[in-house]
């Protein structure tokens, strides 16, 4: 169940459009925000209920985006490595490996405390600044071993 505080910004949402059907991806990623990360088929059913939104046309847009997290649950921060043409000349494979050994979990795993999620993805349109990769919505570029050490540890201090 949506609470007061989403309902409120999913009605911010739709004054941004003329057609409630356009607030669909901005409505998912606000439940997803307030739902520690991740979609259930019924906060989609919600979404189409309030935008009068056939259910199956809101299930295929989170189906289409990567950045829905509806299939698997995800941790609360969910690191997106892009291996992608630049990024893998850059050495992304290695700072891969290296993460997988620092949260000691393989691509498409959550640590045991929900914290992370690694995943691979395509190119996120930084690379001019590779390697790089995204968590939630901040984007960490020019990546090396030291960095991910940094980010990684800031984000345990501040969870
Ligand atoms: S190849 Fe990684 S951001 Fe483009």
């Known amino acids: ?26 409505a ?42 509806w299939k698997k649950p995800v941790g609360r ?24 050994k620092s949260l000691g979990i393989t691509v498409g795993e959550t640590t045991p405390d929900s914290l992370f999620t690694l995943s691979t993805v395509e190119c996120l349109g930084s690379c001019g600044t590779a390697p790089m990769m995204q968590i939630g919505d901040d984007y960490y570029e020019n990546l090396t071993e030291e960095k991910i050490d940094t980010i990684l540890a800031d984000i345990r201090a501040r969870s």
């Not at 997106?80 to 490996?97: D, F, K, R, T």
Request: net charge negative.
């Open 28 to 69: 998912l990623m606000a439940v997803q925000r307030d739902s520690g990360n991740n979609l259930t088929r019924e906060d989609m059913e919600a979404v189409a209920r309030i935008l009068e939104v056939n259910p199956v046309e809101v299930h295929a847009v989170a189906g289409f985006y990567t950045m829905y997290n």
């Open 77 to 100: 921060n969910h690191i997106q490595v892009c291996w992608n043409l630049s990024c893998s000349l850059l050495g992304a494979e290695h700072l891969i490996s290296y993460i997988e």
């Open 1 to 26: 169940m949506l609470t007061e505080k989403t309902l409120e910004k999913i009605e911010q949402i739709q004054k941004n459009y003329h057609s409630k059907k356009s607030a669909v991806m901005g």
